[in-house]
């Protein structure tokens, strides 16, 4: 499958997969993250259930310290 | 738009400011000098010393609770201006009582637990709100890479990388202009 991860097109094996999958294969191991797909907030307890699919549009936001 | 023009559209909205540090103090600031017609802020911490080398905090006010001292401030600024406090710890729980009638919700926490709680919970409880936040900002120089990029309703303001410790502290100059560059983003969000 084929998504627009944080505005790069990237390509995938899998038809689908899970946001946590996505995280494990995108080496992704930051503590805090805010994930949205197609814009809509994914929160932190439905990583592992909630799924991505071709073309979706998904963004992955590190939050860091600092205000 | 002229400046009377820009002010008397700012002062039918409402903006909500969660923090009142380094980002919330001086956007709080910037906000009240423009007219905006009520800014809302939440902070439960006191005022230190070390505040000092970012904040829009004065020496004697070292000791003084932030939600106290942040409104005598912003008076000094505008003593008609209408600044609403809360001496509280934000919680998934209050944010929605809170920050309720507030046409935009800045975020300007320290910490990254903080910053997610509160971003977690603003798009879940109202997805269409206006949310600006500020990520990255530790450190001096490299002014060109602070910039702000949108994704829906969340307006992301800072360098996205800069994450703050001993040999990377956070001091005024690019706090100051997170701050600023959230403040212009909730200008741009309410006069287009």
């Known amino acids: ?41 994914v929160k932190r307890e439905d990583f592992s259930h909630s799924v991505i699919k071709d073309g979706d549009i998904v963004m992955v936001l590190h939050l860091i310290s600092g205000g | 738009m002229t400046f009377n023009e820009i002010r008397s559209i700012l002062t039918t909205k409402t903006v909500g400011i969660a923090g009142a540090g380094g980002l919330g103090s001086n956007c709080a600031s910037a906000l009240v000098r423009v007219g905006i017609g009520k800014i809302i802020i939440a902070d439960f911490d006191i005022i230190e010393e070390s505040n000092l080398n970012r904040q829009f905090y004065f020496k004697s006010q070292i000791g003084m609770k932030k939600a106290i001292a942040i409104k005598e401030n912003l008076l000094l600024i505008n003593p008609d201006a209408q600044i609403e406090t809360h001496d509280t710890f934000l919680t998934p729980e209050n944010i929605p009582e809170i920050f309720n009638n507030c046409d935009v919700i800045v975020e300007a926490f320290d910490k990254a637990e903080q910053k997610q709680m509160l971003i977690e919970t603003v798009l879940s409880v109202w997805p269409e709100k206006p949310l600006v936040i500020g990520l990255g900002m530790a450190g001096f120089g490299d002014s060109n890479n602070i910039k702000m990029h949108r994704e829906g309703n969340l307006f992301i303001c800072g360098d996205e990388l800069s994450e703050i410790s001993d040999l990377n502290p956070p001091i005024a100059p690019r706090v100051g202009m997170v701050a600023n560059m959230q403040a212009n983003t909730v200008l741009e969000i309410l006069l287009n």
């Open chain 1, 1 to 41: 499958m084929e998504i627009t991860l944080n505005n790069r097109i990237e390509t995938f094996d899998a038809d689908e997969m899970t946001v946590s999958e996505l995280l494990e294969i995108k080496k992704f191991t930051f503590k805090m993250l805010i994930v949205k797909i197609n814009n809509q907030l």
